[in-house]
């Protein structure tokens, strides 16, 4: 192969990542992540690993003891919990608020689920009493829904779902990737069973990462279905008594054994991304829950101020919407992906297209993690307006940025 | 949650990581992972999407189409293959010649698969009339083998196999995690249908990345089971005729859809870990093929030499030993964990122990990647030789450094 096939050195564009997701990574992320590995079963490294279960408790404000890494991307995660928990024909309760909640039904349809789904417009969410009466025909063995779903920028409640899953013996699953560090998530007040989550949304890391919590519960239903490895199992070991999972990667129950005091060999845990994991939760738990969650939800209300003062119209129920997420209608006549390219070409903006039902329709400008900031939202407001004027749409010049600063003390 | 509770400053201490795997990155590598992030559709993200994909041609010496990265580590790319290529009641013969061929009859009997094993004695390799002879009995579709089982640092020979499968009609796919970029693998000349592999041994990276690469008949086998997320289907779409895949994480086809021009939305890339996975590629194809795997070949035979000369004895027919990774007996009367602590807190080093049959018997050490070089094995030598002197064990002093530098020139 010659050089010329080698390709440059990396250094990749300086980008403001405004979209729903990935985003800029926090400075000491990146710094983290660099860092020199260690052996798997150094004594740091397992320090490491029990600091990550014991911060990622904070983040998901629960005492659950299976709190740990998911080694893939946040559907990983998804995958891991719905592969662990449901047995082939097992009953699952989803509803589908976006296309997140799609993938739940993909994922638990391919494990070999019996999924029922409650349909909601995109746009809007799921109501207690819609949940508890399918769980009263269904009776399902797991309730699993997403908190925030992006596409349609949408916040699901769950204050009100744990307990009447509690009442009818129903395990609740949630995938907060979107949602977690933006807004409000409450797993053990909420009752919720299990929770899995990336890194690359308000927690202000890369994708690749995927923490997930399990309530004791959840986890005794997966203990069921333990199964050690023949290359490592001992010769007193005594299998689960329910179906084996169908996946040894995401198989949970040797997951737990991992990252437990049994410490016994699955996969080459990442270090690298557990170093960034580690990273994200301590510039969380440093700042404090509720102040981060303030901080989104200051950054985002004055994103969607700006944009509507600008002249144009949010998108969906603006009662459920997400602090990390909007979502906006392309204006008539204009070409969405074509403003989408100006902005990344002319101000090194990226903001984000929609899929399926929304395609073409809606714009949707993330303000997450390190860029939840006054200046990324000024910043990204002036821009568009600036692209909206060059296409000659009618906005009210000037009075996004004043909308937006108007929610910021001088 | 208290300022104690958030744990110092990342800052993992110096090692030299000299057992199976992982060991120290490239300084390069370091350096590619920390880079900026940016959007997962931005062209420059696509482009180096598209580059990976042609430097991992490179790597694995293959004109494959499908060479990409999946996003876990390197059991993520095993289960990925044997998920999307073995559909439940299909057969796979698989040789066992450690404990990475029982991972391989684990994963492929969880995804539903009749497997058959050729069962080899630790230390030795299986022969191609061996094959042969099993594919004739058992017809399977799948033969599956690793080709460096570092649990015995054997190097299964694969050169005559293809051509068996081949006029057998049989796919062959190879886990070279732990070979490949420290011994010869020549993936079309050898007619290997897929391969997957991961960062964290010879390429010299962090765990957490698995590139794979599939010839087109595998390709148009996994095709044939192709299914298009609802979330994102258009009207038209056709679905495949053979049986879905059963996980969407591991789904080659939705993932070859993802690098492909379709660029169909799947997981949300592992930039940083994509960053490291191309850096990896760039050093190892800087550097060619021949002289990287010479490297291996120099640093591992130095090891042997200087072990033998030592006093010690090594593990496993010597033949097809691999040349990264050696097994030494533990000297009589030794506990094998102590000495390998004393190197750690005294010098730093890590070497590796060992599992199932060999536990307690025989120490693994690695000469990977960055470390396949004079100074670590000299290194290594001398401390392990400090070590065992101050355990009153019988070595001939000083000879193992000699017997190593012999392997270079002054």
Redesign the interface.
């Known amino acids: ?1 010659s ?1 010329s ?3 440059e050195t ?6 403001l ?1 405004m ?1 729903p ?5 926090y400075p000491r992320v ?11 079963y ?1 004594p ?2 397992t320090g ?1 690993m029990n ?1 990550v279960q ?2 990622y408790r ?1 983040v998901f404000e629960t005492n659950n003891q299976q709190t740990l890494l998911v ?6 995660g998804i ?1 891991a919990v719905l ?1 662990s928990v449901l047995q082939p024909g097992d009953k699952v309760l989803i509803p589908v608020i ?3 909640g ?2 739940l ?3 638990a ?4 689920a019996q999924v029922k789904t409650i349909d909601i417009e995109w746009g809007e969410v799921c109501s207690p009493e819609q949940v508890e009466k399918a769980i009263k025909a269904f009776q399902p063995k797991l309730f699993a829904t997403v908190q925030g779903d992006t ?1 349609t920028t949408m916040n699901q409640p769950l204050a009100e779902i744990g307990e009447i899953c509690q009442r009818h013996g129903v395990l609740f699953y949630c995938d907060a990737t979107a949602s977690i560090a933006g807004n409000e998530l409450k797993i053990d007040e909420w009752h919720l069973d299990a929770v899995s989550v ?1 890194l ?1 949304k308000c927690l202000g890391g ?3 990462s995927a923490p997930i919590t399990l309530s004791d519960r959840c986890a005794e239903v997966i203990n069921r279905r333990k199964h050690i ?4 199992r001992a010769a007193h070991h005594v299998e689960g008594c329910d179906a ?7 198989d949970l129950a040797m997951i737990m054994d991992y990252w437990g005091p049994e410490r016994l ?1 699955h ?7 557990l ?2 994991a ?2 994200c939760a ?1 510039l969380f ?2 700042e404090g829950v509720d102040k981060v969650i303030a901080r989104h939800q200051q950054a985002g209300d004055a994103m969607a101020s700006g944009l509507q003062a600008m002249g144009l119209t949010l998108f969906g129920n603006q009662q459920y919407k997400m602090n990390n997420v909007v979502g906006v209608y392309i204006p008539q006549g204009i070409d969405g992906d074509k403003v989408r390219q100006q902005l ?1 070409q002319r101000f090194g903006i ?1 903001i984000g297209t929609s ?2 039902p929304l395609h073409g329709k809606v714009w949707r400008i993330g303000t997450m993690g390190y860029n939840a900031r006054q200046d990324c939202v000024l910043t990204t407001l002036v821009a568009l307006e600036s692209i909206l004027l060059k296409y000659k749409v009618k906005v009210s010049s000037g009075q996004a940025v004043l909308a937006a600063m108007a929610h910021y003390r001088d």
Chains 1, 2 share one sequence.
């Open positions: 192969m050089t096939d080698l390709f990396l250094d990749p564009p300086q980008r990542l979209g997701g990935p985003i800029n990574a990146h710094q983290a992540i660099s860092a020199s590995l260690i052996g798997q150094d740091v490294m490491y600091q014991s911060l904070g080694n893939g991307t946040a559907r990983s995958e592969v976006g296309r997140f799609h993938l039904c993909e994922i349809k391919r494990v070999g596409s990336g690359q890369p994708s690749g490895e023949a290359g490592i084996m999972i169908q996946s040894n990667y995401f060999n996969h080459t845990e990442s270090t690298s991304m170093y960034a580690r990273e301590r738990l440093e990344q990226e899929f399926g």
